[in-house]
T-cell receptor
Framework: DSGVTQTPKHLITATGQRVTLRCSPRSGDLSVYWYQQSLDQGLQFLIQYYNGEERAKGNILERFSAQQFPDLHSELNLSSLELGDSALYFC?????????????FGPGTRLTVL | GQNIDQPTEMTATEGAIVQINCTYQTSGFNGLFWYQQHAGEAPTFLSYNVLDGLEEKGRFSSFLSRSKGYSYLLLKELQMKDSASYLCAVRDRGGATNKLIFGTGTLLAVQP
């Protein structure tokens, strides 16, 4: 158990809908990262937040957005869902925004878009 | 561009040694990680290399050559529970970011 929690564990929804994925980092960690893992693809970095502010952006679609709240939990919002958005979404956290930090991953949310 | 290559699949025998290779070409480099991922589960941290050489951690060792853009993960005394995907990831050097660029992973099957 990494100490990173994610909810829900599974989510099934329809095309065109909007969902929110939630992540709580390890106690004391200030940075949160979101990754997408599709079938047969590696983990793709989406976005990083550090202490409430956006730190780095990857290949995140405009339909997706995220934020980190004062209590340091983070939410990833996915809207106008398409079949291709079906994937495992992982959140990771690290102590700071430092480039020497190791990232620890949560259990993931499996999103299925029908 | 960013490119990380690993073999797609490998098979090894229980009790043996296996080496999983990773080559990378990235615009920046600030360290290389290896993670283990069982199907449908979270990646778990195995090792980190930022300087050239070998890092040993129990049954697992990881090697890095920055000049060659090459790393390997060595697993000794293989156990059935080592059957998993092994992910190589390079940390991008870009300002204050700590983002990881992952390879597609090597699926290791350990056979009796």
């Amino acid at each position: 158990d990494s100490g990173v929690t994610q909810t829900p564990k599974h989510l099934i929804t329809a095309t065109g809908q909007r969902v929110t994925l939630r992540c709580s980092p390890r106690s004391g960690d200030l940075s949160v990262y979101w990754y997408q893992q599709s079938l047969d693809q590696g983990l793709q970095f989406l976005i990083q937040y550090y202490n409430g502010e956006e730190r780095a952006k990857g290949n995140i679609l405009e339909r997706f957005s995220a934020q980190q709240f004062p209590d340091l939990h983070s939410e990833l919002n996915l809207s106008s869902l398409e079949l291709g958005d079906s994937a495992l979404y992982f959140c990771a956290s690290s102590p700071g925004g430092s480039s020497t930090d190791t990232q620890y991953f949560g259990p993931g949310t499996r999103l299925t878009v029908l | 561009g960013q490119n990380i290559d690993q073999p797609t699949e490998m098979t090894a025998t229980e009790g043996a040694i296996v080496q999983i290779n990773c080559t990378y070409q990235t615009s920046g480099f600030n360290g290389l990680f290896w993670y283990q991922q069982h199907a449908g589960e979270a990646p778990t941290f195995l090792s980190y290399n930022v300087l050239d050489g070998l890092e040993e951690k129990g049954r697992f060792s990881s090697f890095l050559s920055r000049s060659k853009g090459y790393s390997y993960l060595l697993l000794k005394e293989l156990q059935m529970k080592d059957s998993a995907s092994y992910l190589c990831a390079v940390r991008d050097r870009g300002g204050a970011t700590n983002k990881l660029i992952f390879g597609t992973g090597t699926l290791l099957a350990v056979q009796p």
